[in-house]
């Protein structure tokens, strides 16, 4: 009954913004970690963001032109991404877990990833 649906990924020039959305039926967010991962072709998934009750963090590539937010009114985690590079181009997933962590093995659901695109 646990599910995480994530949206608002598209194509977006470089230097564009654009926002993620995660959003949770059957459970409410406030209750867990919120973990944003990305995974382009060929390489390693990678955790940019997390947010815990009290904290944030963010991966190096990320600092400064992501923020994570929770809109608890909604039960959604938001990712706002700004100063977009190519190289940001991947399937970004939300998953929750108990535990702040970078490492994909401490979250327990995931959605089913959006795809994101910088190109001009």
């Known amino acids: 009954q646990l599910q995480l649906v994530e949206s608002g990924g598209g194509l977006v020039q470089p230097g564009g913004s654009l926002r993620l959305s995660c959003t949770a039926s059957g459970f409410t967010l406030d209750s867990y970690v919120i973990g944003w991962f990305r995974q382009a072709p060929g390489k390693e998934r990678e955790g940019i963001s997390c947010i815990g009750r009290s904290s944030t963090n963010y991966a190096g590539a990320v600092k400064g032109r992501f923020i994570i937010s929770r809109d608890n009114a909604t039960n959604t985690v938001n990712l706002q991404m700004s100063n977009l590079k190519p190289e940001d181009t991947a399937v970004y997933s939300c998953?929750?877990?108990?535990?702040?962590?970078?490492?994909?093995?401490?979250?327990?659901?995931w959605g089913q990833g959006t795809q994101v695109t910088v190109s001009s």
């Open positions: 998953a929750a877990g108990s535990v702040v962590a970078a490492g994909s093995s401490y979250y327990d659901y």
